[in-house]
């Protein structure tokens, strides 16, 4: 039977509001063919003249490990990645929510903002995807331009909705993106692509605390203007 309209709203709000970053997950596979699965319907999201310009490299096991390995490798070395996927300086409104947001973060994970050794190894948990079973790395092709990139954004959220909608949860990570050099060959990626970001998947984790998270938004007031109505 079709869902009526009230219906299908508090299916799709009920995904949009459970929908968080997850970052400590159980330890429970999660099967090839549901990842495709939510591979495949994810790839309904829009994209300009339907040029579809994600590419998806999907990782479990042994995998992630060659991965993670690879790139913690460089991470302790402490060789600086290239510049970071922010600008210096990011502007006020944006460096406020930032700091909010890192406030909030160690404090869930109960780090003192001053340890700055527990700080970079929770961020070095990045790069073994938290500990979830599937490692999802996503690249696009170098040449294509901003909006591109927002037709990713679009399979991006497509995906995270598309797992939750199955008892899944995910965090997207761009954290993998300065790593670009280190991924491309240890994942064999094709010539001109370049890593976007990373997404953890897997069962969230309930009884971790830093699962707890919950990130306030602005209220619609304060970006959205109406007119004409
Ligand atoms: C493009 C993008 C990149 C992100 N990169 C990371 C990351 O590298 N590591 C991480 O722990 N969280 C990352 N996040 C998660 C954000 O911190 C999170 O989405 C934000 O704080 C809002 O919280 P919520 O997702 O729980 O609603 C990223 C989110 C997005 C959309």
Same mark, same amino acid.
């Given at each position: 039977m079709t869902p009526s309209v009230a219906e299908s709203a508090a299916c799709l709000d009920g995904l949009l509001r459970s929908r968080c970053s997850v970052r400590a997950f159980r330890d429970e596979a999660v099967p090839r063919e549901t990842v495709l699965e939510i591979l495949r319907v994810a790839g309904r999201a829009p994209s300009n003249s339907n040029t579809q310009p994600w590419r998806v490299h999907a990782l479990a096991g042994e995998a992630i490990r060659e991965l993670e390995a690879?790139?913690?490798?460089?991470?302790?070395?402490?060789? +600086?990645?290239?510049p970071h996927h922010f600008p210096a300086p990011l502007p006020d409104?944006? #460096?406020?929510?930032?700091a909010d947001f890192a406030a909030r973060y160690y404090q869930a994970l109960g780090i003192d903002r001053t340890d700055a050794?527990?700080?970079?190894?929770?961020?070095?948990r990045n790069f073994g995807f938290f500990g979830a079973p599937v490692g999802l790395i996503f690249?696009?092709?170098a040449c294509l331009k901003p909006h591109?990139?927002?037709? +990713?954004?679009?399979?991006?959220?497509?995906?995270?909705?598309?797992?939750?909608?199955? #008892?899944l949860d995910t965090c997207p990570q761009v954290s993998f993106a300065p790593y670009h050099a280190v991924i491309a060959p240890v994942l064999g990626l094709p010539e001109g692509q370049v890593t976007v970001c990373g997404m953890s998947l897997g069962y969230r984790d309930e009884r971790a605390p830093v699962n707890g998270l919950q990130m306030p938004r602005r209220d619609v007031s304060e970006f959205v203007r109406t007119m004409g109505f």
């Open positions: 690879a790139i913690t490798a460089v991470f302790d070395s402490g060789q +600086l990645p290239p409104e944006y #460096g406020a929510r930032q050794a527990a700080r970079t190894r929770q961020t070095r690249s696009i092709d591109s990139w927002l037709d +990713l954004g679009l399979y991006l959220q497509s995906v995270m909705l598309a797992a939750r909608s199955r #008892g």
